[in-house]
């Protein structure tokens, strides 16, 4: 049994961004821009921004926050986004999410920027990630397939079962695990015989947003398991995944830890994309003159 902890791989994608971020601010006299909303006082939400703004600080990035009430109106809001969007120092937006329930997701996010979307949430980004040509990639798939990539963990040619069909992170999970040629199985709430499926696959993403609700019965001893779930207070203490994690580690070949697994990527590749947007805008802007 392997613990695939993602402390090597934030590392490494840390000292690429931080040579990216360098050689940008060389040639444009300027640092890679990220501006965090973030609307109201969950606190877990208020450890993730800060978390966020430490990880920009890391590799050179500007990083802005702004708070808003958690009265905040949607069309308050709205404008605010509206400003981000025209503001030519601002390269990326990240819209902390859950906003407050009086609020309308989807509404806001059709008015950011797909060019300053760094978590790919606008329909826009999401549309060219699944016809295989965007900038940015879904953040915390494509942490999992970093993961995969950097335990030289190939899924070409294997049956990969993944639990949850969410846009965040199932459904764009299985299309780059089906774009890196495994053979995808999607699972959902409605889906029969789950254990029988995951049993007989090589790889299981779990992203059903359960805590501890995986046990042994739904792995083999050559299951590779990773865990997206996670849930707890944010604070990186008690935070637990979908799986049993003491339950199933003695028994497959290789799980990810909850926590040190899979969330601390999520923020290595928003970091990936905020430096890919930042540079091709300011490559289009160049082009421009
Ligand atoms: P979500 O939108 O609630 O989706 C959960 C999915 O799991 C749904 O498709 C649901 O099926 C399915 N599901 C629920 N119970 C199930 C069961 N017993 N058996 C099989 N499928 C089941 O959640 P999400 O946003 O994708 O997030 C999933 C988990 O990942 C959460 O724990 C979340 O906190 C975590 N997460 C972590 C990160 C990170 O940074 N590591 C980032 C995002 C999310 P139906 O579609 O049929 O309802």
């Not at 906003?99 to 760094?118: C, F, Y």
């Not at 999401?126 to 965007?134: A, E, R, V, W």
Request: proline share 6%; aromatic share 4%; hydrophobic share 40%.
């Amino acid at each position: 049994m392997q613990k695939l902890e993602s402390k090597p791989v934030v590392e490494k994608i840390r000292e690429q961004v931080l040579q990216k971020s360098d050689a940008f601010q060389k040639k444009y006299h300027r640092k890679p821009h990220l501006a965090v909303i973030l609307v109201g006082d969950d606190p877990a939400s208020h450890v993730y921004v800060r978390n966020k703004h430490v990880a920009c600080e890391k590799v050179g990035f500007q990083s802005t926050n702004h708070q808003m009430p958690a009265i905040t109106q949607e069309q308050e809001l709205i404008s605010h986004i509206q400003k981000l969007n025209q503001d030519s120092a601002v390269d990326a937006i990240l819209i902390q999410l859950p906003l407050p329930s009086h609020i309308n997701k989807e509404r806001v996010l059709a008015h950011l920027d797909p060019h300053k979307d760094p978590d790919c949430l606008t329909e826009a980004n999401l549309g060219k990630f699944f016809s295989g040509n965007s900038v940015v990639k879904p953040c915390t798939p494509w942490g999992v397939m970093r993961i995969l990539e950097h335990y030289n963990i190939s899924v070409t040619g294997k049956d990969v079962v993944v639990i949850g069909r969410s846009l965040i992170v199932g459904k764009p999970m299985a299309c780059l695990l089906s774009d890196a040629n495994a053979t995808v199985t999607l699972c959902h709430s409605k889906t029969k015989n789950l254990a029988e499926k995951t049993n007989q696959a090589d790889l299981v993403v779990v992203a059903a947003g359960k805590p501890r609700f995986f046990g042994k019965e739904y792995f083999n001893a050559k299951s590779v398991v990773i865990d997206v779930g996670i849930h707890g207070s944010g604070s990186g203490q008690g935070l637990c995944g979908d799986v049993k994690y003491d339950e199933v580690y003695p028994q497959v070949l290789a799980i990810t830890p909850v926590p040190g697994g899979v969330g601390p990527m999520t923020i290595s590749t928003l970091l990936e994309n905020t430096m890919a947007l930042a540079e091709a805008r300011a490559q289009k802007l160049e082009n421009k003159k």
